[in-house]
């Protein structure tokens, strides 16, 4: 035994108990509660079926963490635990020292784990076992239904054998399980499936949502109402719902889906990638938003200026600290509404993407104003754009007022290009010799960065690495 990293005397108990399973079990009434986490490790790491199955039924702690163990999911382990919850569920007294109410397959709880077999700073046991106040409420309820938490990630192809059997075992005994989802993503999956699984989960308990599936917008309409039900939903990412039905059908269902968001009284955080449904009807959206949001991205679609005036009239985007249009053209758009909408939320905003929005400099310039007064702003994406040295200039200047800013992404400026939209190197050097005098007159210490992609002329989104532009060794990580 090494001096330098002794093993713990209860690591070494549990170690002794298990080299007799029997004896083990039979003593779990009498252990003394800080042995149960390392008899649990010991057990899961040999595979002890029946030593787990014991340890569920007399577990002292609310909580079980076993997707902190499980770096891949296990079968056999899962197996075991549900097979002692099963004991424990057709029990009318639960055991004395049984506390279990949860249990957890997310990919949480290494800290508990560390801190029982010794591995972080020890907490004295008084601390360590005493249940928050999210515990002792489930403690003092013992006939509340018991959870089961987890991360669902569903996929074109059928579940695998951990999921398949832990559905089966939450439908069977949907009367004292609640299958609880914080996070949950929809990638690809059928519509059969989806529905079949979300059957069985509390949808009020899911707080963040993606989906990215290639979905008739009828579709999307058809899962919406399992949408308003998520009611503690924060964070909603839609994405690639590109495939359009007839057009006499189309607002109908853009009223389906947005009329959910009536209910989503907890939404902050919205994300909708290519939404094409969007265009000349984002009012509809809009009208049933019910809390001011923190984050809103709304990227590469069409929005007419009246979709820009609404955004920029409602009273739910006032506060936000992230907007990102990006791929939303404002070549054709009326150069007042962009000011208008920084302007409403220029207190507030830190994070500000406009790529490839086909933004020329009077455009640029009309905002400029409205940029100035964005003094919580921390960072800037203009990529992809075409833009010229001058009004690069002038951006510079009235960018470095904003003492926050920190990350600054802009395009090549358009005299680095031939007039085929070719880049040539030497012209793009002489940019960059005049952009940093720029930044050395303005004697304001920073680091810009210029993005080759995507590019303005052609949209070509090859990556290459952003060239850095430093004034005053102030350099970005």
Request: glycine share 4%; proline share 5%.
């Amino acid at each position: 035994m090494s001096v330098r990293n002794p093993l713990r005397l209860l690591n070494l108990a549990g170690k002794s108990l298990l080299t007799n399973e029997a004896l083990s079990i039979s003593a779990l009434e009498y252990l003394p509660i800080e042995l149960f986490p390392l008899l649990f490790m010991e057990a899961f790491c040999g595979r002890r079926r029946k030593t787990l199955k014991a340890l569920v039924q007399a577990w002292p702690f609310v909580r079980l963490p076993l997707g902190g163990l499980m770096q891949t999911p296990h079968l056999g382990t899962l197996q075991a635990v549900l097979d002692g919850l099963d004991v424990l569920l057709a029990q009318k007294d639960q055991p004395r020292r049984c506390k279990l109410r949860v249990l957890d397959l997310r990919n949480t709880g290494q800290n508990f784990w560390r801190m029982w077999s010794g591995s972080s700073v020890h907490v004295s046991s008084g601390s360590s076992m005493a249940p928050g106040t999210e515990e002792r409420s489930r403690t003092e309820q013992p006939s509340a239904p018991f959870e089961v938490f987890i991360e669902l990630h569903l996929k074109e192809r059928s579940m695998d054998g951990f999921l398949t059997y832990l559905m089966r075992w939450v439908e069977q005994r949907k009367a004292s399980i609640h299958l609880c989802c914080k996070k949950l993503r929809i990638i690809s999956s059928s519509m059969d499936n989806i529905m079949k699984v979300l059957s069985m989960v509390q949808l009020d308990c899911i707080q963040e949502l993606h989906v990215n599936c290639t979905w008739h917008l009828s579709t999307l309409a058809m899962f919406a109402p399992l949408l308003g039900q998520m009611s503690n939903l924060q964070r909603l990412l839609i994405s690639h719902i590109h495939l359009p039905d007839p057009e006499e059908q189309e607002e109908e269902h853009v009223v389906k889906i947005t009329s959910q968001f009536l209910r989503l009284q907890c939404l902050r955080d919205l994300q909708l990638e290519s939404p094409f449904y969007l265009e000349g009807c984002l009012d509809l959206m809009l009208r049933y938003l019910m809390t001011p949001l923190d984050n809103l991205e709304i990227t590469h679609c069409l929005l007419t200026d009246s979709d820009l005036t609404h955004l920029s009239q409602s009273p739910n985007i006032s506060h936000l600290r992230g907007l990102d249009l990006s791929g939303v053209t404002m070549t054709y758009s009326s150069s007042e509404l962009l000011p208008a909408l920084l302007e409403k939320i220029a207190s507030t905003l830190q994070e500000l993407y406009l790529e490839q929005c086909g933004i020329r400099d009077s455009h640029l310039e009309a905002i400029l104003p409205a940029l100035s007064h964005c003094i919580q702003l921390t960072c800037f994406n203009l990529s992809g754009n075409l833009l010229s040295m001058a009004i690069m200039e002038k951006l510079l200047q009235h960018t470095s007022r904003l003492s926050s800013l920190s990350r600054e992404l802009y395009p090549v400026p358009k005299e680095s290009f031939s007039s085929d939209g070719i880049l040539q190197p030497g012209r793009f050097a002489r940019c960059q010799t005049e952009l940093l005098e720029i930044l050395k007159h303005l004697r304001h210490p920073r680091t810009i960065w210029i993005s080759f992609t995507p590019c303005p002329h052609c949209g070509d989104n090859t990556f290459y690495r952003p060239e850095p532009i430093i004034y005053g060794g102030n350099t970005l990580a």
